[in-house]
C-alpha cells in the first residue's frame, strides 16, 4: 500500500470524527451514457458477481431469481440465506431446500440465494468520490447498526487491500458513488455485493 497514492484524511463529521481512506482515480474520457452503463451492470447481482470474478478472487457462491422465475436446481450448500436481488433488506437463513421454498414465498420481486459465510465479519465500504469509509455492521440491543473502523483495524486493512483494485477499477467506469458489501475471515476476504448510489454519475 503506496502512501503516496492511499493516504488518510481526518474529517469532522456532524456529531463525530471519522477517518476516510481517500483513492485518487481518473475518469477523463468517460461518457454520462458509458457511466450510466456501467452504473446498471455493478446494480445488477447477476452481473456484478461475473464482472467481479475478474478482479477480486472471493465471491460467495449465488443464485439469482428474477420476479416471476422459477427457483433452480440449487447447487449449493447449506446453510444458504435468502435476500432481495439488491441485498437489503431481511436476510432468512435456510437449512433446507423446504425452508427455502418457503422464504422465497415471502419476497415480493426478484431474490438472491446465497451460501451462508459462517464465522465471517461483515463491512461495508461506503465510496464516494474517492473517500472511502469502512464500517463493520453489528448487532446491538437486537437491531442491526453499523460502526465505523479506523483505518489501523485488521478489518479495515484487510478489506482495503483485498477490493482496492476493485474500487479503482469501478470509479474508472465513471461510478463515483457507490457500496461494497464484503465479509472478512482472517486473510479471506469475500466481495458479496455492489449499490452504486442512484442518479449518480461521472460530471
Not at 426478484?110 to 459465510?117: I, P, R
Not at 465471517?120 to 437486537?142: A, I, M, N, P, S
Request: proline content about 4%; hydrophobic content about 35%; overall charge positive.
Amino acid at each position: 500500500m503506496e502512501k503516496e497514492e492511499m493516504m488518510f484524511q481526518k474529517t469532522e463529521a456532524r456529531r463525530h470524527s471519522s477517518w476516510r481512506m481517500h483513492i485518487p482515480t481518473s475518469t477523463t474520457g468517460v461518457t454520462l451514457a458509458a457511466a450510466e452503463r456501467a452504473r446498471r451492470v455493478l446494480g445488477d447481482p447477476n452481473s456484478f458477481i461475473g464482472w467481479a470474478r475478474d478482479w477480486v478472487s472471493c465471491i460467495p457462491r449465488t443464485v439469482v431469481v428474477r420476479k416471476g422465475g422459477k427457483l433452480p436446481n440449487l447447487r449449493l450448500k447449506y446453510p444458504v440465506v435468502v435476500k432481495s436481488a439488491e441485498g437489503d433488506g431481511v436476510l432468512i437463513k435456510c437449512l433446507t431446500l423446504s425452508s427455502v421454498q418457503s422464504a422465497v414465498k415471502k419476497m415480493k420481486g426478484a431474490y438472491q440465494v446465497q451460501e451462508y459465510l459462517m464465522g465471517f465479519t461483515f463491512l461495508r465500504l461506503y465510496c464516494r468520490g474517492g473517500q472511502v469509509e469502512v464500517y463493520k455492521k453489528q448487532v446491538v440491543d437486537g437491531r442491526p447498526t453499523e460502526a465505523l473502523l479506523a483505518p489501523e483495524n485488521r478489518y479495515s486493512q484487510t478489506a482495503l487491500h483485498a477490493s482496492r483494485r476493485l474500487i479503482e477499477t469501478i470509479m474508472s467506469l465513471g461510478v463515483k458513488s457507490f457500496t461494497l458489501t464484503m465479509a472478512v475471515e482472517k486473510e479471506t476476504v469475500y466481495v458479496i455485493s455492489c449499490c452504486p448510489d442512484s442518479g449518480q454519475m461521472s460530471q
